[in-house]
């Protein structure tokens, strides 16, 4: 089955190490992005990439960062992960503006964790 | 004032019960609406969508969209427990990659 894949599911890190989620998709969609979502809140687009170009919301913090090598992969990097960094972290895809861009299709989300 | 305001809930109805989920939104450009059903643990996935103003109907799943009061629902009829998650608006501007969500209503119908 087509999907977006997350990895990995939970994630524990220490209070300003470097970490690196990923996120891989077998739809071949030209547009992926990365949500932030706080428990209770509103998931919160951080960026998102039609094909290689990057597109950074305003409010996300330079903390994060994110590559996209290929069609297939993106990854959201972390730099220097703070306590109220501790989120899931959702990667979704569409196909592009035009066509159906109202559907995402989003992964299961990467739990993450900073002690 | 958020762009999307959805009450939290949570929202705890018996089975076979209609269920009411609404959100009201400020940007009149907004075209598309969403509504994206959340299971525990999993990511959110498309339920409905309608394009402008009107009704939708699928299945015990019926989407309304005002876009003059900026105010849309979303209807179950004879809820099942499986019904159980948190379901989220979306909104987005037409030929346009952004959406933005609501924070999401978690329902709980009890059998």
């Known amino acids: 089955d087509a999907m977006v894949i997350q990895n990995p599911r939970y994630q524990v890190t220490q209070f300003g190490k470097p970490v690196t989620l990923s996120c891989s998709q077998t739809l071949n969609h030209n547009v992926m992005y990365w949500y932030q979502q706080k428990s209770s809140q509103a998931p919160k687009l951080l960026f998102h990439?039609?094909?290689?170009?990057?597109?950074n919301e305003a409010d996300t913090p330079d903390n994060f960062q994110s590559r996209r090598p290929n069609t297939s992969f993106c990854f959201l990097d972390i730099r220097s992960p703070g306590l109220g960094d501790a989120a899931m972290y959702l990667c979704?895809?569409?196909?592009?503006?035009?066509?159906?861009?109202?559907?995402?299709?989003f992964g299961p989300g990467t739990r993450l964790t900073v002690t | 004032q958020k762009e999307v305001e959805q009450d939290p809930g949570p929202l705890s109805v018996p089975e076979g019960a209609i269920v009411s989920l609404n959100c009201t939104y400020s940007?009149?450009?907004?075209?598309?609406f969403m509504w994206y059903r959340q299971y525990s643990r999993k990511g959110p996935e498309l339920l409905m969508y309608?394009?402008?103003?009107g009704n939708k109907e699928d299945g015990r799943f019926t989407a309304q969209v005002d876009k003059s009061s900026k105010y849309i629902s979303l209807f179950i009829r004879d809820s099942q427990p499986s019904d159980s998650a948190t379901y989220l608006c979306a909104m987005s501007y037409y030929n346009n990659n952004d959406m933005r969500f609501g924070a999401g209503t978690r329902l709980t119908v009890k059998p």
């Open positions: 940007n009149s450009a907004f075209q598309y």
């Open positions: 990439y039609y094909d290689k170009d990057f597109n």
């Open positions: 309608t394009y402008s103003s």
């Open positions: 979704a895809t569409s196909t592009g503006p035009g066509q159906s861009s109202y559907e995402q299709y």
